[in-house]
């Protein structure tokens, strides 16, 4: 059996005597320490009750906060404690502000005999902190019915643990893989994984990523196909020198560009949006019939083998291997001289034969080795042999100066190499996309700013 003892003064000769007086109730601990936690955050304090000689019914229970209003009776109901049993009450610490707190907590029964029961409780409280890092994810370029993943790290840099409750996405076509909620430790950085899924079309998406962990940190970008604030290498996914943000019109392959050769499959190779154009499966003279089917000119409506021969035009109209029947055709290249061949000693050279690399017209049209890879044929002063790496665009070609437009305009294998949109420095950040050092490895919005070097070093417009 416990008992509290109370001091009883009498005057009797001056002499003073202690008296033992049996407690109704006994409450304890008589101080409860809840430790430290973090601001926000709540946890309970039990308080122990016990009846030695007995049943006692709780009448109150008072809690006086020091400063603040933290601490606070948890139970709805007051308990009975039955005679010689125990019970509880609990306190609840909710603190909402940072620093050592405390609380008297009475207890009041009505076997008190006018005596109440006193304990204190107390803790403190920190602010959790965190770094997130990077403060933008690029997923690149998606593909239609894709998904693409990006990470973001956060590191507990504060004194009390971190509980990432939950992540809010304001677009609903990302998402979080990494299941919630995450613990962070002290001391510790743990990895959170996003994903983007391209449901309907290659257009540029964005989303905010606000983390909700009790520590004031900014929200993430995420973005994706973002052409706008996209790096040249980095939306060049084939590696074919055009850009997913530019002219490629399919950045998974690096057959189709804008200089690839169109060939007869159903693709459109050279992305000038039509479907083998120019091969000998398409009727491209709209005449109803094709190479394959026998068209003679796939360039001219008016020759077919539906046509009929006009004598003396210089065409072979019907497609019979004979031009203006009853001319001379002294190669037997289908051509005479009235019908245009330039050379009608050669049978290799006639109108539409295909130009090669050979110093002769082969096509009759005037030039020499046109369309070949010797030929200058954008006029910029390069053909294909010699370096050109677009020859049907005069803004490209070897020793140009690199502009901001998603074209290899130098032809030295890289797209926009020195601009803005390239990331020159290979940290994964280019000066649209948020670097502010794009020439410094070290600076970049996913990298941590140290103190004291005067630099910015997460690009947050903030030296330390």
């Not at 005597?17 to 039990?46: C, F, M, N, R, Y």
């Not at 009846?51 to 400063?67: C, H």
């Not at 643990?161 to 609903?172: H, K, T, W, Y």
């Not at 076509?173 to 309907?200: D, Q, Y």
Request: negative net charge; proline residues 4%.
């Amino acid at each position: 059996m416990r008992f509290s003892a109370l001091l009883l003064l009498t005057a009797c000769s001056q002499d003073f005597k202690l008296q033992e007086h049996a407690s109704s109730l006994v409450v304890t601990p008589p101080t409860s320490d809840v430790g430290l936690q973090a601001v926000g955050s709540e946890s309970l304090i039990p308080i122990l009750l016990y009846a030695p000689t007995g049943d006692v019914q709780v009448l109150s229970v008072d809690v006086l906060n020091a400063d603040g209003d933290w601490f606070s009776l948890a139970d709805s109901e007051l308990p009975a404690v039955e005679d010689g049993a125990t019970a509880s009450v609990s306190i609840r610490y909710a603190p909402e502000a940072e620093g050592l707190h405390w609380a008297q907590v009475t207890v009041t029964s009505d076997q008190g005999d006018g005596l109440d029961s006193v304990v204190i409780v107390r803790g403190e409280a920190a602010m959790p902190t965190a770094r997130v890092y990077p403060s933008i994810v690029d997923f690149g370029p998606v593909e239609t019915a894709t998904q693409g993943t990006g990470e973001v790290v956060v590191q507990n840099d504060g004194r009390v643990p971190l509980e990432l409750a939950a992540v809010s996405l304001d677009n609903p076509n990302f998402s979080v893989l990494t299941p919630l909620p995450l613990t962070v430790a002290l001391g510790a950085k743990e990895t959170l994984t996003f994903a983007f899924f391209n449901a309907v079309d290659e257009s540029e998406q964005t989303s905010l990523a606000t983390l909700d962990m009790g520590a004031d940190v900014d929200p993430v970008t995420l973005r994706a196909n973002a052409c706008s604030t996209a790096s040249g290498d980095l939306y060049d996914s084939d590696g074919d020198g055009f850009s997913f943000c530019g002219q490629d019109c399919d950045d998974w392959d690096d057959a189709i560009n804008p200089i690839a050769i169109e060939i007869c499959d159903t693709v459109d190779q050279d992305c000038d949006g039509l479907v083998d154009e120019g091969t000998s499966c398409v009727d491209d003279d709209g005449d109803g019939l094709s190479e394959d089917e026998g068209d003679c000119n796939d360039g001219d409506p008016a020759v077919s083998p539906a046509r009929v021969e006009v004598d003396s035009n210089g065409i072979d109209d019907d497609c019979d291997g004979f031009t203006d029947d009853g001319t001379t055709d002294g190669d037997g290249d289908g051509y005479s001289t009235a019908a245009g061949d330039c050379d009608d000693l050669d049978a290799s050279a006639f109108p539409g034969a295909a130009e090669s690399v050979d110093g002769d017209d082969d096509d009759c049209d005037g030039m020499i080795d046109d369309g070949t890879e010797v030929y200058d044929d954008d006029g910029d002063g390069y053909s294909e042999a010699s370096g050109d790496c677009d020859d049907s665009d005069s803004g490209a070609s070897p020793g140009r100066l690199e502009s901001a437009d998603w074209t290899d305009n130098d032809c030295d294998g890289l797209v926009d190499e020195g601009t803005d949109f390239y990331d020159d420095d290979g940290d994964g950040f280019t000066e649209t996309g948020g670097d502010c050092d794009d020439g410094n490895a070290g600076v970049s919005p996913a990298e941590l700013e140290r103190v004291g070097n005067g630099v910015d070093d997460d690009c947050d417009g903030v030296r330390s």
